[in-house]
C-alpha cells in the first residue's frame, strides 16, 4: 500500500550547518506530499506541502521537491536555527481499504541545533 | 481561530476505567481522524471519519470507540483503560483527502 520512508535520526546540527532529511514515497497515484513539524510538547503543524510532480513547497526557509523519477519529498534547509530544533514528519495521504484515503506518516526525524 | 480544540490536555487513569477524549473543530471539515504516538512508532490511526455518521477503523483501533454524530465533533472513548494504551492522542482534521490536515493539541494520556 501507499506509505513514506523517511530517515529517523536523530540528528543534531550546528547552527548555520545545511539539513537534509530525507523522505520517499510509494504511492500508485500522485497524492499531494506534506512535511509537518513538532515542537516540543505540542502538535503537529503544517511546514509545507506539495500537490503535484515537479512542485517545490516552501516556508519558513525549509523547501522541499515533488520527484517523481525518485520517488522522494526530501527536507532541506540552507541554514538551521536553534528554533527549527523539533521532530520533523513526512505524509501523505494512503488508501484506507475503506473507500478513502487517510494520512499516513513516517516515523518522525528529530533535529536538535546547537549553539 | 480555535482550529482543532482537544480537552483534556492530561489525564491519568486506572485500568479498567473508562474515559472519553474530545475532539471539536470550528473549520466545516469533513474528515476527521484520531491518531496515537508513541515514541519511535510515529504516528498510528486509531479510527477516522468522513463525515457526520460515518466512521472506520484505522490502523490500531482495538480498545477504542468513536461516534461522529455532528460535523464538528469526533470523539474518542477508551472502553477499559489498559497500560498498553499510555499514549499521546492527537485529533486531526481535513477538508477532503488530498489536503493537508490540522491537529489538536494533544491529550498525554498515563494509564496506571
Known amino acids: 500500500g501507499d506509505s513514506v520512508t523517511q530517515m529517523e535520526g536523530p540528528v543534531t546540527l550546528s547552527e548555520e550547518a545545511f539539513l537534509t532529511i530525507n523522505c520517499t514515497y510509494t504511492a500508485t497515484g500522485y497524492p499531494s506530499l506534506f512535511w509537518y513539524v513538532q515542537y516540543p510538547g505540542e502538535g503537529l503543524q503544517l511546514l509545507l506541502k506539495a500537490t503535484k510532480a515537479d512542485d517545490k513547497g516552501s516556508n519558513k526557509g525549509f523547501e522541499a521537491t515533488y520527484r517523481k523519477e525518485t520517488t522522494s519529498f526530501h527536507l532541506e534547509k540552507g541554514s538551521v536555527q536553534v528554533s527549527d530544533s523539533a521532530v520533523y514528519f513526512c505524509a501523505l495521504p494512503a488508501y484506507s481499504g475503506a473507500g478513502s484515503y487517510q494520512l499516513t506518516f513516517g516515523k518522525g526525524t528529530k533535529l536538535s541545533v546547537i549553539p | 481561530n480555535a482550529g482543532v480544540t482537544q480537552t483534556p490536555k492530561f489525564q491519568v487513569l486506572k485500568t479498567g476505567q473508562s474515559m472519553t477524549l474530545q475532539c471539536a473543530q470550528d473549520?466545516?471539515?469533513?474528515?476527521m481522524s484520531w491518531y496515537r504516538q508513541d515514541p519511535g512508532m510515529g504516528l498510528r490511526l486509531i479510527h477516522y471519519s468522513v463525515g457526520a455518521g460515518i466512521t472506520d477503523q484505522g490502523e490500531v483501533p482495538n480498545g477504542y470507540n468513536v461516534s461522529r454524530s455532528t460535523t464538528e465533533d469526533f470523539p474518542l472513548r477508551l472502553l477499559s483503560a489498559a497500560p498498553s494504551q499510555t499514549s499521546v492522542y492527537f485529533c486531526a482534521s481535513r477538508r477532503s483527502e488530498n489536503t493537508e490536515a490540522f491537529f489538536g493539541q494533544g491529550t498525554r494520556l498515563t494509564v496506571v
Open positions: 473549520m466545516n471539515h469533513e474528515y
